[in-house]
């Protein structure tokens, strides 16, 4: 059968901020407090995903959820009117309001993991929403990000969204930022890699490991996936330590290739070891494994090597990685990549794109999009607006222009009107994307 890989990117919503929000995401932590500025940011992921279109790839979007969410600041006790929910939090409680007003979101690696239909047991393409239980403000997005999923891939025939696993350390899921899929083509069956950070019950010191076992586990068995197909690997708390909270940090595959830092997995060896077995019959796995040596853990941190997009691209024998600008201004990862396309390995081109904003707060081109494999069938049966055009990207654009403000501090989540200003605009974008339904 053949498929394509949909990338489905969060638009950035209008109350995108640094709120320094997660330990052990060095980003989110250094630039905590800053002046954000939500206008440019989300221009600058439209831009990313008109590149991508231009390079001849289906593009999705999806949606930003509603903020700020006032269920969390009504769980917290406050109550009344919407402005009396704000002014209470902004003087009581102003670290609540900036969970509530999170634009995280914008992350859909983190939304959902997906398997496409070729791997699945009932031939459905499976989706499931990803509960994000370890920070408390990206916890709250499940429940909106699943009505998201289910407008989008509504059709039962094709699709099958499942809800988040249970609210526990136990099942902490993160979705694909933590999740490879690895094939021959796109619409083979495939290999499916799951990386988790600690087991189910095991508490480790230092940064939190986002991922827990059991949820890759369930996760596997919940998509109907062949048990020989999966492959569990842990990651490396070396890379936890050094700021990787998802493993998209220091690894990223696509079709037969496995691109990662030396220091990503807990047991390389017995990780290749397992892909080759698991992908015996099917394609034969390209491991490009980057020595420290090459590219000490902290610059590919610092820089986002590994959080880059590797994309078979139409017309394009050799596959191509669209990679952070901070690549580009880093020294041993720019020469790194400098080397890799004069090889003859299978990544034969590097493109950089300017995420800066989001890359502020730790996300990279790769955060900011949910792979999703799809038949022509499949693409046929979604819901059709999300899949964007260069005009729907314009009317997207002009909506940011005139919606979004281009300067936000801290301090301006207090202000009374912002709220009304944001589910103005976040009503605006709904209506290009005919999702009027999640107003
Ligand atoms: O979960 N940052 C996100 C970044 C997510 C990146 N996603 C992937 N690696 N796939 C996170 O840590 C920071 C928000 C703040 O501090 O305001 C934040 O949530």
């Known amino acids: 059968m053949s498929a394509r890989e949909v990338n489905f990117d969060g638009l950035i919503g209008p109350t995108h901020n640094y709120g320094?929000?997660?330990d052990g995401n060095l980003a989110s932590s250094r630039n905590a407090g800053d002046v954000s500025n939500p206008r440019e940011a989300a221009l600058q992921g439209?831009?990313?995903?008109?590149?991508?279109?231009?390079?001849?790839?289906?593009?999705?979007?999806?949606?930003?959820?509603?903020?700020?969410?006032?269920?969390?600041?009504v769980s917290a006790g406050f109550s009344g009117s919407d402005r009396q929910i704000?002014?209470?939090?902004?003087?009581?409680?102003?670290?609540?309001?900036?969970?509530?007003?999170?634009?995280?979101?914008?992350?859909?690696?983190?939304?959902?993991?997906?398997?496409?239909?070729?791997?699945?047991?009932?031939?459905?393409?499976?989706?499931?929403?990803?509960?994000?239980?370890?920070?408390?403000?990206?916890?709250?997005?499940?429940?909106?990000?699943?009505?998201?999923?289910?407008?989008?891939?509504?059709?039962?025939r094709h699709f099958a969204v499942h809800a988040a696993l249970p609210m526990h350390a136990d099942f902490a899921d993160e979705g694909a930022a933590n999740h490879v899929r690895l094939c021959a083509t796109h619409g083979a069956p495939g290999v499916e890699l799951f990386v988790y950070g600690r087991d189910a019950g095991e508490s480790i010191a230092g940064y939190p490991s986002r991922q827990a076992r059991l949820a890759s586990e369930s996760i596997s068995r919940g998509h109907g996936l062949a048990p020989g197909?999966?492959?569990?690997?842990?990651?490396?708390?070396?890379?936890?330590?050094?700021?990787?909270?998802?493993?998209?940090v220091v690894c990223v595959g696509t079709a037969d290739t496995l691109f990662f830092h030396e220091a990503a997995f807990e047991d390389t060896a017995a990780t290749l070891d397992r892909l080759r077995k698991a992908s015996d019959g099917l394609f034969d796995l390209k491991s490009v494994m980057v020595p420290a040596a090459e590219v000490p853990l902290e610059d590919a941190i610092r820089s986002y090597l590994?959080?880059?997009?590797?994309?078979?691209?139409?017309?394009?024998?050799?596959?191509?990685?669209?990679?952070?600008?901070?690549v580009q201004d880093t020294e041993s990862t720019r020469a790194y990549c400098e080397r890799l396309i004069s090889g003859n390995g299978?990544?034969?081109?590097?493109?950089?794109?300017?995420?800066?904003?989001?890359?502020?707060?730790?996300?990279?081109?790769?955060?900011?999009?949910?792979?999703v494999v799809m038949t022509d069938a499949e693409i046929a049966a979604c819901h059709q607006?999300?899949?964007?055009?260069?005009?729907?990207?314009?009317?997207?654009?002009?909506?940011?222009?005139?919606?979004?403000?281009?300067?936000?501090?801290p301090e301006d989540l207090a202000d009374l009107s912002f709220a009304d200003e944001c589910r103005i605009a976040r009503e605006a974008l709904l209506d290009v994307l005919e999702l009027e339904e999640l107003a």
């Open 229 to 248: 197909r999966s492959v569990f690997a842990r990651q490396s708390a070396e890379a936890i330590n050094a700021g990787a909270f998802h493993n998209d």
């Open 385 to 409: 607006a999300v899949l964007l055009t260069e005009d729907r990207i314009d009317a997207l654009q002009a909506v940011v222009r005139t919606a979004y403000r281009d300067r936000l501090a």
């Open 86 to 156: 704000i002014e209470q939090a902004a003087a009581q409680a102003p670290r609540l309001l900036k969970i509530a007003y999170s634009a995280s979101s914008m992350w859909t690696a983190n939304a959902a993991t997906v398997s496409p239909s070729a791997d699945t047991q009932d031939g459905r393409l499976h989706l499931t929403a990803a509960n994000l239980s370890t920070m408390l403000h990206r916890s709250l997005e499940h429940p909106d990000t699943t009505a998201s999923l289910q407008a989008i891939f509504g059709d039962d």
């Open 346 to 371: 299978p990544i034969g081109r590097v493109d950089y794109v300017d995420v800066r904003q989001s890359m502020r707060n730790g996300g990279g081109p790769a955060c900011l999009r949910l792979r």
């Open 306 to 326: 590994f959080n880059s997009q590797l994309l078979v691209v139409p017309g394009e024998s050799r596959l191509v990685l669209v990679a952070p600008s901070e």
């Open 20 to 22: 320094g929000l997660s």
């Open 46 to 73: 439209l831009e990313k995903m008109r590149t991508l279109l231009r390079a001849g790839l289906t593009q999705g979007v999806l949606p930003p959820l509603p903020r700020p969410n006032f269920d969390l600041l």
